[in-house]
């Protein structure tokens, strides 16, 4: 199975503020139909996870700009600006490339 | 709006089988795919597996030989069911639609906790 790495696990913010999250890959997720099948979720307490960023860099509707995607092959980058108190929550990646679906460990965004 | 549900029993005794349903409303189930993904305590996410529009399904080698993920689709309904649970299985189940095209799920549940103990 294909191991999904995040970091940091846990990300302490301050409102108003700009972190990234790191996935990385144990292999590349380019398919063979030339996409690159990497996912972000954002999974906010009580609540089931949605998605925010799909296929490395496009927004899911009605997600705002504040969230950016980006990355290749191996290396993915989440990033968030203008922290606001609704995107705090769990944060995973999710790549769909390779049979099984694998999902990264999570990064937990909390304010400081 | 396509909206999902799951149901089923929160406790399961060990070895035995766990059963959850999934309702769907806003959608028919013989277009697309339909997901089942777990979340244990810790927050490790797995896929375990779907039914497609046309019933065919897909398992997560990890659990091949113990999962069934069926459908109803006059009730617009499909289901897992897990054998020989240990206390590993204890987790959050969710059911999802997967969007063929984008390989992705973008619609889910709000998810059922299953714990198994004796």
């Known amino acids: 199975d294909v191991l999904m790495t995040q970091t940091p696990v846990s990300l302490p913010v301050s409102l108003g503020g700009q972190v990234s999250i790191s996935c990385r890959s144990s292999q590349s997720l380019v398919h063979s139909d030339g996409n690159t099948y990497l996912h972000w979720y954002l999974q906010k307490p009580g609540q089931s996870p949605q998605l925010l960023i799909y296929r490395v860099s496009n927004r899911f509707s009605g997600v705002p700009d504040r969230f950016s995607g980006s990355g290749s092959g191996t290396d993915f980058t989440l990033k968030i600006s203008r922290v606001e108190p609704e995107d705090l929550g769990v944060y995973y990646c999710?790549?769909?490339?390779?049979?099984?679906?694998?999902f990264g460990g999570g990064t937990k965004l909390e304010l400081k | 709006e396509v909206q999902l549900q799951e149901s089923g029993p929160g406790l399961v005794k060990p070895s035995q089988s766990l059963s959850l349903t999934c309702s769907v409303t806003?959608?028919?189930?013989?277009?697309?795919?339909w997901g089942w993904i777990r979340k244990f305590p810790g927050n490790k996410m797995e896929w375990m597996g779907y039914i497609s529009y046309s019933g065919s399904t897909s398992y997560n080698p990890s659990l091949k030989s113990r999962i069934s993920i069926t459908r109803d689709t006059s009730k617009n309904q499909f289901f897992l069911q897990l054998n020989s649970v240990t206390t590993e299985d204890t987790a959050t189940y969710y059911c999802a639609r997967r969007v063929y095209y984008y390989r992705l799920f973008d619609y889910w549940g709000q998810g059922v906790m299953v714990t198994v103990s004796s």
């Open positions: 999710l790549q769909s490339t390779h049979f099984p679906w694998t």
């Open positions: 806003g959608y028919s189930i013989t277009s697309n795919y």
